[in-house]
């Protein structure tokens, strides 16, 4: 696995062995990030269930200003550490102003965010994705910026719902099944009547 595009392009990333988590293929990242590649200079970008940190790292690649990651497994944290001071180090020696980044090792669902965000990008366990969407949709607006996007992988069977709440609508901008992982797009759009 690789970074896609930008100035850390080419980039290996190091992935925990085993099925500890399900790598995004290199694929469907560039299918992402081709599909939103105007929003993603200076944005502040939120990786859940961040594995090795390619989804974040590929948004940093390709100018996002910062990104906070997080990861509970402990071999997962460790090749995303990893991976991160690599980045940094591809940063350093191309005199590029060092993107922010922060990990949290823990439990996505008791995690303290840094910042509000840009976009958010999650990719869960796919058996507990609608049940954390619903619980995870309450904390989505208060984490996230106006025009916010959020990306979520899931099993290209699952129906997603996310509810909107008062101010507040997601619409799905985009929703596309890669064989059996399904990656959907949800944009924010405050409303007027706030």
Not at 63 to 76: M, P, R, T, V, W
Not at 145 to 150: A, E, P, R, V, Y
């Amino acid at each position: 696995m690789r970074v896609g595009s930008g100035w850390a392009k080419g980039q290996n990333l190091k992935t925990p062995k085993g099925d500890i988590t399900r790598p995004t293929s290199d694929k469907i990242k560039s299918a992402i990030f081709d599909s939103i590649s105007s929003e993603v200079s200076e944005a502040k970008v939120l990786d859940l269930f961040a594995g090795s940190g390619a989804l974040g790292i590929e948004a940093l690649s390709r100018g996002a200003k910062s990104c906070q990651f997080i990861e509970l497994s402990k071999d997962a944290i460790k090749c995303l550490k990893e991976n991160i001071s690599e980045v940094l180090r591809r940063a350093s020696v191309q005199n590029l102003t060092e993107p922010r980044i922060s990990l949290v090792a823990g439990d996505v669902s008791k995690a303290h965010y840094s910042d509000k965000f840009d976009i958010i990008i999650a990719d869960p366990p796919y058996a507990e994705v609608v049940e954390w969407l619903k619980t995870f949709g309450r904390t989505l607006n208060d984490i996230s910026n106006g025009n916010c996007l959020f990306i979520l992988e899931s099993s290209s069977d699952s129906d997603l719902k996310l509810l909107n709440s008062k101010g507040y609508e997601w619409h799905v901008i985009r929703s596309k099944s890669y064989g059996t992982t399904k990656v959907t797009i949800w944009k924010k759009k405050v409303n007027d009547e706030n």
